[in-house]
């Protein structure tokens, strides 16, 4: 099973998140924002995947922003996006490389199914 950063500013949004994550097996470790994410992406523990919201309240695109520095730290990292609004073809083009998009709001089976072709992919 893999380990799974989160990162989410709404911590209610975040905890059920883990949560469901948890109950696949994985592991989590969660940030409310980019500067504690970057924090666990520099210690030495594997982590597998980034779920990122792309608004971030400190950070209108942080997860974009986010995203692009954890792939520099862990160039194998994948990384699943998510947000509540609508994604343009401008911000499309901010993904990094193989990311995937869930769009809020999802469904425990939405994430689940995200998250399975995430890591097999």
Request: aromatic fraction near 6%.
């Amino acid at each position: 099973m893999a380990v799974i950063l989160i990162v989410e500013d709404e911590a209610f949004l975040r905890m059920i998140a883990e949560r469901m994550i948890q109950d696949w097996g994985h592991q989590t470790l969660s940030a409310g924002d980019v500067d504690e994410a970057l924090s666990l992406l520099r210690c030495p523990q594997h982590i597998g995947a980034l779920f990122t919201d792309i608004r971030l309240k400190a950070a209108t695109l942080g997860g974009f922003e986010l995203a692009h520095e954890a792939i520099k730290l862990r160039p194998n990292l994948r990384v699943l996006y998510t947000t509540g609004n609508s994604v343009t073809d401008k911000m499309k083009a901010l993904f990094v490389e193989g990311a995937h998009f869930l769009p809020k709001p999802y469904v425990e089976q939405q994430l689940q199914d995200s998250m399975e072709g995430l890591l097999a992919a």
